[in-house]
């Protein structure tokens, strides 16, 4: 099975090539911002306890965060593997994860992480707030504040997986089927 953490910060490009790597691979997409709207608006037990936590203006605990991903594996055992998008966002994370997968006998396959300059990044949000309406797109110092939190929580991570030799960077940079080759290349290795 093949299971992607697909890495990088925003404005990489990693939703337009999470799209690419699942029609290629027919991997299923597992991404923590979908499983919580699925969880809140089908009204879960795991819903009902991320809403708790997120009414008292909490974060959501990494545990139930899991369990909303453990919850969508269990139901995907016979697929091809998994690919998550922007998950794991820190080491607690991604330990957690580990021990998750490990309980399925499953382990990450890989993490693909996309290299992009800060300016280059700056570039492409506020070229993506033209068509996508997200507010935290069009806002210069929401753009910094996202950046800075990948960062300083979020980048951490590619070390945790260099450790496992499971990294690859790519170059972020280039025209979309460029990068996409690439991560092919990659992946195709494996």
Do not use: W
């Amino acid at each position: 099975m093949l299971n992607i953490v697909l890495f990088g910060p925003p404005g990489a490009g990693k939703g337009t090539q999470s799209e690419n790597i699942i029609a290629k691979y027919k991997l299923v997409h597992l991404s923590t911002g979908d499983l919580f709207r699925i969880h809140l608006g089908e009204g879960t037990e795991l819903g009902k306890l991320a809403r708790g936590y997120m009414d008292q203006g909490k974060l959501v605990p990494d545990e139930v965060v899991i369990k909303m991903v453990e919850d969508k594996i269990s139901h995907h055992l016979d697929a091809n593997g998994f690919i998550f998008d922007g998950f794991p966002r820190t080491v607690h994370q991604a330990t957690s994860l580990d021990t998750m997968l490990q309980s399925h006998d499953l382990s990450i396959s890989t993490m693909i992480a996309l290299e992009v300059p800060e300016d280059e990044l700056r570039i492409r949000i506020k070229e993506r707030a033209k068509t996508s309406g997200r507010v935290d797109d069009q806002d210069e110092e929401k753009i910094n504040t996202r950046i800075s939190v990948y960062l300083n929580e979020t980048a951490p991570v590619a070390s945790y997986y260099k450790e496992q030799n499971k990294f690859n960077g790519i170059n972020g940079v280039g025209s979309i089927n460029h990068i996409f080759t690439s991560i092919c290349q990659v992946i195709d290795r494996l």
